[in-house]
Every structure is written in C-alpha cells, then in structure tokens.
C-alpha cells in the first residue's frame, strides 16, 4: 500500500501517482480517476491517506482509507458505476469490520465504510452505527466531500496527528488464520 499525508497527495500529479502504486496488474485509469477525484474532494482537509491497504491472507484491498480527526474513512470505488448494489455495500461494510475486529488501532476509533459509485444518483444513507461501525454511506463523485464533512464535524474529535502514524503501524491479524481456528 502507499499511505500520504493528504496535503502531499494533493500535490501527487498522474506519473508519480501511478508510479506510487506501480502494479502494472491493476487499473491505472481507475486509479488516475480516484486521484483526480479525491485531489479535488480532499482540498482543506488535514489526514492521511492510504491507498490499496490489504489484509494477510485475503486477496482484497480497500481503495482508500482517510484517517482524519480521529476518524477512519473506508472507500470502496466503484468508478464509472451507476447503482448503489448490495454486494459493494456489504464489500465496503466487510471491510470495516475486518478493520474494527482484526486491526489494534481501530478497534477504539470509529469507523465510516463509503461506497463511492462515481456516476450513481444521490441518495439518503441511514445513520446506523454498531460498535462505533457505521453502516455503509453511499455516495457518487459530487457528494463525497459532502459526507465526510458530516462525519467531520458531527463524529470527529480534536486530537494530534500522532494518532494517525500510530494507526498505520499498528498490527493487522491475519483474520483467515482466526477464522480457520474456530
């Protein structure tokens, strides 16, 4: 994964970007999209950012992860979709709970899975919240920065960005390994 600090990212022009992840495997016109996307959403917001975050053992990685105010921001992109479907939210929702369960540093922070499916209509998402989880938040390209100022300034605490390098070296568990041993 590569992890920023957001305001160095939003500096990051496409060849660095790309290079950064430099997986010729992956999409990079999807990636490209997300970058200009989020260099956009992200303008005036103090955080990190993580892309392509992978567990131990699961083939998977989140999109993005924002740490900011105390906060974790899950994205799950869905680029150039239309719909908001069942199975991306319980993508991006599966992803936060294998972060709150399986991941020391999240386990005391709230977590905000996102679905972003860049072309979909807008829609109201419930504020549902377990064990400091929330259900997932569907969102498109023009409502992103919306919701994370929700959360921002209705969830987000006060705290130094020491947090924030805490979160990123603390230990992951490989959750198939757990899963296996019950």
Known sequence: Y???DIQ???NLDKERFTGLLNDPSRQTQAWENQRVHLQSVLKNIEGRIIFEYGFPGLQRVI??????KGLIFVLEYKNWETEYKGTDKRQALGYALRLKFFHNKSNERP?????????AEETKSDDFVEDDVWDTICCNSANL???IDKFCNSHGISCDRDWENEWENGNLIDSS?????L
Do not use: G, K, M, Q
């Open 145 to 147: 920065r919306t919701a």
């Open 63 to 68: 999109d993005v992860i924002l740490l900011v």
């Open 111 to 119: 977590i905000i899975p996102i679905l972003v499916a860049t072309d």
């Open 8 to 10: 160095e990212f939003l």
């Open 177 to 181: 390994v757990v899963i296996e041993n």
């Open 2 to 4: 590569i992890s920023l």
